[in-house]
């Protein structure tokens, strides 16, 4: 029988709430459900938002009673708060985390790198914002817990799966007992040891590196600004990496590389990391303030990924699905991803507008992301954690030079985690005008936001289904005849009319853009062009010239992956 931890884990900044179980006894005899999703750390909880968002019910396993131990994902970029502003989190995350865009590289005491990462007036969000893990988790949990679509079931834990033709049967332990579900769907964002994974005899692919760090949080009265630090090579850590980030509550995240051939249990020992974080603030200039210890863990990286995301109808997602190293803030920031991926597609399928087969694209894109940020995410790991000798010399070359030579200085960047643009994406139109933009957001690109106001942006416009971004002064009679063809089918779809700030026909949000501004980061030169958004808000045509023919050939591709 499971028997999830009903003490609230310790922390000395954070407040543990325990939720009571959901147990079947109290609820009665179960239907087949459209989507369960099985484990609700971040990337879970969003995704159980996007489906709802999309229209989709979901049932949500969670196999503790409580959030997350620790504050393991702190830094949240930009994307991701694009993400979870669809999902009506971002504000408390805002409210909450501490943004910043600066992060500095030191070795042999001289500050040898400055990396700015690029912040612009049109975008809402700062490149990166860092809470503590807990307090998203527990703003996610309210917004489920909120939603008339979602029943997020505590204290049940996944332990066995059957999988059908058309569904597949969940096995569920609970504080009293088992029982069994039925789903159509089932998601499987069941953490880096995914208990599902191994049900299905699944093998990552991929790489994991020797070095390993200690994670460690402590609170202490810093006057430092908010900034990202990496020390190479210390005096008091010789050949190894440490970093250090500012979260709220005057928490400091310090990590730093073990010696090799040093155990996790020598690591944690409380006088190793009594000493360790001394010398560090020591090297700092803030040695003998003091600092409590809220939580400590050890880490190494690992570069790995399923080769396949749907496996009959289990659909993978989130640490589940990929271990992606924490340098550059790679974990949760792209499971958002991959949960923002997934929840518009199963929208279609579960609502009968889109075939099944429209889930291989979700594999295709989310993989290739994942492979793609490996081959990053390994760059900057070789880099932090040298792997071999060979590795380790030209590293080393790199920082003794950096001290007189700005132009190996580069080298440091710390290639942080941006999302994927889908280039290659069987969604994107074959038949429009791609090629013929200079600039813009480009086929699978990410949308580029735009301020139009104060506090009003772009991205704030769209939402919840696919989005006709039409730039001009109205919306051809045609095309606002297919439009409402594909809306009478049941198809979310908007049209938003940039330059035009007054209401016009066919258009169901007119946006003013007097300073050019929509044009100039969209690279549109001519009244009539358009951009056609998927439910994810990545571009899939867009057009120099827009009719019903082409729009209807480019939502057809979009909804199942056929050329048309
Ligand atoms: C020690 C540590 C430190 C980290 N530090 C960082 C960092 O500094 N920066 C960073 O970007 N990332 C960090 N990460 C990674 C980051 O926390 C993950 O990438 C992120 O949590 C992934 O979210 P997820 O929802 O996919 O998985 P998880 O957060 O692991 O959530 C999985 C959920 O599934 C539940 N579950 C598990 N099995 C079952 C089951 N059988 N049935 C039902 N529920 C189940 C679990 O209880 C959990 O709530 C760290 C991770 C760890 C472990």
Redo the contacts with the bound molecule.
């Keep these: 029988m499971h028997q999830p931890a009903t003490e609230p884990r310790r922390s000395i900044y954070y407040h543990y709430q325990v939720h009571q179980p959901w147990l079947v006894s109290q609820h009665g005899p179960q239907p087949r459900h459209k989507v369960v999703i099985?484990?609700?750390?971040?990337?879970?909880l969003t995704a159980a938002l996007e489906l709802a968002r999309h229209g989709v019910p979901c049932v949500l396993?969670?196999?503790?009673l409580q959030v997350?131990e620790?504050s393991?994902?702190?830094?949240f970029t930009r994307r991701s708060m694009e993400i979870l502003q669809q999902v009506g989190v971002a504000d408390r995350v805002t409210q909450h985390g501490l943004p910043w865009r600066f992060g500095n590289s030191f070795y042999r005491g001289q500050r040898v790198f400055r990396m700015e990462a690029p912040q612009d007036d049109n975008d809402r969000f700062w490149p990166m914002i860092n809470l503590q893990?807990q307090f998203l988790e527990e703003f996610l949990v309210d917004a489920c817990e909120a939603h008339p679509l979602i029943e997020l079931r505590w204290g049940?834990?996944?332990?066995g799966l059957v999988q059908h033709e058309g569904h597949a049967v969940v096995e569920v332990d609970t504080p009293e007992g088992p029982y069994t579900l039925e789903a159509e769907w089932l998601v499987a964002?069941?953490?880096?040891r995914?208990?599902?994974r191994a049900l299905l005899d699944l093998k990552l692919e991929g790489a994991s590196y020797e070095g390993r760090f200690v994670?460690a949080d402590i609170r202490i009265d810093l006057p430092l600004p908010t900034e990202r630090l990496a020390f190479f090579d210390p005096e008091w850590n010789p050949r190894n990496t440490v970093l250090m980030h500012r979260e709220p509550l005057n928490i400091w995240?310090v990590d730093y590389q073990l010696p090799e051939g040093e155990t996790p249990e020598e690591a944690l020992a409380p006088e190793s990391l009594k000493a360790r974080i001394n010398a560090q603030l020591e090297l700092i200039g803030h040695g003998g303030k003091p600092w409590e210890m809220d939580w400590c863990?050890v880490?190494s990286a690992r570069t790995l990924t399923l080769p396949d995301y749907r496996v009959g109808r289990t659909l993978f997602?989130?640490?589940?699905a990929h271990l992606l190293p924490?340098f550059g803030?790679?974990?949760?920031?792209t499971?958002f991803q991959d949960a923002q991926a997934l929840g518009w597609r199963l929208g279609l399928i579960c609502s009968g507008q889109a075939p099944e087969s429209l889930l291989a694209s979700y594999s295709q894109e989310r993989v290739g992301a994942a492979w793609e940020i490996i081959d990053e995410a390994g760059k900057s790991t070789r880099f932090m954690t040298p792997p071999s000798r060979g590795f380790r010399l030209l590293r080393d070359a790199v920082l003794s030079l950096s001290l007189t030579e700005a132009f190996v200085r580069p080298l440091y960047h710390w290639r942080t985690s941006r999302p994927h643009e889908y280039t290659e994406s069987k969604l994107n139109s074959a038949g429009d005008d791609n090629a013929l933009f200079q600039s813009g957001p480009a086929h699978g690109a990410p949308p580029a936001n735009v301020r139009i106001g104060a506090d009003d942006f772009l991205l704030d416009h769209l939402g919840g289904g696919f989005d006709l971004l039409v730039f001009g002064q109205g919306v051809p009679a045609d095309v606002q005849a297919a439009v409402q063809t594909w809306k009478d089918k049941g198809l979310r779809l908007r049209v938003l009319l940039i330059g035009q700030g007054s209401a016009a026909e066919g258009a169901d949000v007119c946006l003013p853009d007097n300073e050019g501004r929509a044009r100039a980061r969209w690279g549109v030169r001519t009244d009539g062009a358009a951009y056609l958004l998927r439910p994810d808000q990545h571009v899939c045509a867009r057009w120099m010239t827009l009719d019903a023919h082409r729009l209807n050939a480019a939502l057809k591709q979009a909804t199942t992956g056929v050329v048309q």
């Design positions: 099985a484990g609700g750390g971040p990337v879970g396993l969670e196999s503790e997350s620790g393991r994902a702190i830094v893990q049940n834990r996944v332990t964002s069941d953490g880096a995914s208990g599902i994670i995240r863990s880490y997602m989130g640490d589940a924490i803030v790679r974990g949760a920031n499971g």
